[in-house]
Nanobody, 116 residues
Framework: QVQLVESGGGLVQAGGSLRLSCVAS????????IGWYRQSTGKQRELVAT???????NYADSAKDRFTITRDNAKNTVYLQMNSLKPEDTAVYYC??????????WGQGTQVTVSS
């Protein structure tokens, strides 16, 4: 099993930046992909960005050129640097991990609010 704990959310003005962190614990050696999804009120949860064990990244179109996902394997931590934030980026951001190619794990979520 894998446990995921997010931090770094908060309130920021449009154009500002935030960095989210997610610390993974448990059987992390078999985690294949880790990353971030988000869910805003009344909408389905959607991909933001993921990164594989080999470092391959995948971004939603809305995140390209503004967000950067990185991972520190020594710390079992994945980061999401978010720049040029927009009010439409307001959502609960969830850390996600695909484990052993089969199991999906989620963190509890961290709120990001961008004011206009």
């Amino acid at each position: 099993q894998v446990q995921l704990v997010e931090s770094g959310g908060g309130l920021v003005q449009a154009g500002g930046s935030l960095r989210l962190s997610c610390v993974a614990s448990g059987t992390t050696s078999r985690t294949n992909v880790i990353g971030w999804y988000r869910q805003s009120t009344g909408k389905q949860r959607e991909l933001v960005a993921t990164i594989s064990n080999s470092g391959n990244t995948n971004y939603a179109d809305s995140a390209k050129d503004r967000f950067t996902i990185t991972r520190d394997n020594a710390k079992n931590t994945v980061y999401l640097q978010m720049n040029s934030l927009k009010p439409e980026d307001t959502a609960v951001y969830y850390c996600y991990a695909r484990h052993a190619f089969i199991y999906d794990y989620w963190g509890q979520g961290t709120q990001v609010t961008v004011s206009s």
